[in-house]
């Protein structure tokens, strides 16, 4: 059973219908992620989701760059996708928590397109400010936002992808 074509529907659009996602719209997706593998099964990645029917959806969207609020406005939710860099294991530094993070949000990304949702992720964001208002320690570091909602959008035509470069030791 390939996920491929699951896979390849993804895209990151950059416009959506405003139509609400409420977390149990999405939930699956965050279920996809808990089950994501992690150095020591420590499970670093934390996530907030807020709908856009929240009263501070509009908060949230003070966050990102200007060039990225400006689409996100009509997203139907936003995950902030976080990472918790202290081991429950040990109290020291996970020095793979970023990684598992993201091993996370990859699961997450193939169950969001599997639901028929789209995604689109950012870095352009206010990490400070964000953090100052979710009042984070300073181990649990933002990695991402992620608005989700429904598009007409049609993927690029000509969306760039480098070759495939896997080195096979035969
Ligand atoms: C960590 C991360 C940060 C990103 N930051 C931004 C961003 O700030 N603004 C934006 O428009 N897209 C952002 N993107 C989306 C990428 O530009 C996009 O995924 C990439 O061009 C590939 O296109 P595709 O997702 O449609 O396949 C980000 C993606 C990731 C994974």
Request: charged letters at 20%.
């Amino acid at each position: 059973m390939s996920v491929l074509t699951t896979i390849k529907k993804r895209f990151s659009p950059y416009s959506f219908d405003k139509t609400n996602v409420g977390f149990e719209d999405i939930e699956s997706a965050f279920e996809a992620a808990r089950w994501a593998p992690s150095g020591y099964n420590n499970q670093p990645w934390r996530f907030v989701y807020i709908s856009r029917d929240h009263q501070n959806f509009e908060k949230m969207l003070s966050f990102p760059v200007e060039a990225n609020s400006k689409w996100m406005k009509d997203c139907g939710g936003i995950a902030v996708v976080l990472a918790k860099t202290q081991s429950d294991f040990n109290g020291q530094l996970d020095p793979s928590a970023q990684y598992c993070c993201g091993l996370a949000v990859g699961q997450m990304l193939v169950e969001i397109s599997a639901l028929g949702l789209h995604s689109h992720q950012i870095g352009g964001f206010d990490r400070t400010k964000l953090s100052a208002f979710l009042e984070l320690p300073e181990y649990i570091i933002p990695m991402a936002m992620m608005a989700v909602g429904r598009t007409s959008e049609e993927p690029q035509q000509n969306r760039k992808r480098e070759p495939l470069e896997v080195l096979v030791l035969r």
